[in-house]
């Protein structure tokens, strides 16, 4: 029996923004090659969207066009849904529904899975149906497939990455300009890289949800956004990027996940690495993630993490996939999570005050003698080990005649608990003027 023979798989695609617009034209632009993949043709014969109008110009005639996404979900000829609507609303009563009806599904809604992942994906389990997520975590970075599959033979002992473009173009352009975040946020909106709305971008949630997915398939963990710590750009200056930089060290807005001693490690926020770190030269909106395995050492995986067609490319790898794998018995599938869901771990995640970590400070303080050393006695009465010290001359700082000075630390790892101690007693000394920075840092080695 030749497989290309098969019928096609039917599609039905909710919501035709950048995305489904994208979809659409490379299933169009590249039918015979992925026929020829699949074995079968991948087809979309269905699109709902509030705008019918603007859903018929992007797919033309040919293909069924209606207002209302339940009515692609009631037509027994449609075997997968595409679900590309977003936030945690209506999708997630329509994904449900998707897999009531006995669907497959595709999404790009890292937010939806992050915070209901663990009831989706039972839902799936119970009918025998896939969810597939690659678009969910940066874009067009094949690193669902690559953790699922590709590295399964490791013990994953962490996983890095920039997967937030906005974020990163907006500290590209801060470090390349010498910007203010609040000036290149402006910029970014003008170009169309950040939202009208940026919040879940800029303070880490949109990182934080493509961490935790991350999370739950390398370490076979359920899905847990409610336990993640996130912590966005906003509080960036960009003299803490120049300083970073005099010290040999980027700043990224990272999404880690580790496997420690007393469970894994799930957190976003900004973080100091060291300059010659490929992944600390990656600008602008690309993003990029580092695994590491125990048997395969570091991989790195780059691109763009966003966009109509990157995002595409991985909605369709989903859909070739699921065109393969549509007669097999559910058992033999990749599980959703990489795991057998009867196998799966009950890790703790490790709560932010437990996490290890080294740290970057940075104390706005009046130039006069003895500051420095009250400074480190109370970091060395907490048991906190200094690396360097930088201390810039105060006419640096604040011009000439200038009586105040910025001190910039970078510590060796200790517990943030520890940390969050050192820095209530360091605030309260009054020769400390003004609320100290603290950017973690992160070596990658
Ligand atoms: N808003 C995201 C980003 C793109 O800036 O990377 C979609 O996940």
Known sequence: MTTTNLSPIRVGLLGIGTVGTGTFNVLQRNQEEIRRRAGRSIEITMVADLDVARARAAVGEGVQVVDDARKVIANPEIDVVIELIGGYGIARALVLEAIEAGKHVVTANKALLAVHGTEIFAAAQRKGVMVAFEAAVAGGIPIIKALREGLSANSIQWIAGIINGTTNFILSEMRDKGLDFDVVLKEAQRLGYAEADP??????????????LMSAIAFGIPVQFDKAYVEGITALAAQDIRYAEQLGY???LLGITKRVANGIELRVHPSLVPAKRLIANVEGAMNAVVVQGDAVGTTLYYGKGAGSEPTASAVIADLVDI?????ADAAQRVPHLAFQPDAMS????????????????????????????KVTGILASMGISIDAVLQREADEVGGEGATQTDLIILTHDCVEAKMNEALAQMQALPTVLAPITRIRKEELA
Do not use: Q, W
């Not at 065109?323 to 007669?327: E, V």
């Open 199 to 212: 919040t879940f971008d800029i303070e880490g949630v949109d990182a934080g949800h493509k961490v935790t």
């Open 250 to 252: 980027r700043i990224k």
């Open 323 to 327: 065109a393969r794998l549509h007669t």
């Open 346 to 373: 009950d890790l703790p995640i490790v709560p932010m005050s437990e996490v290890v970590t080294s740290y970057y400070l940075r104390l706005n303080v009046a130039d006069e003698a003895g500051v420095l050393a």
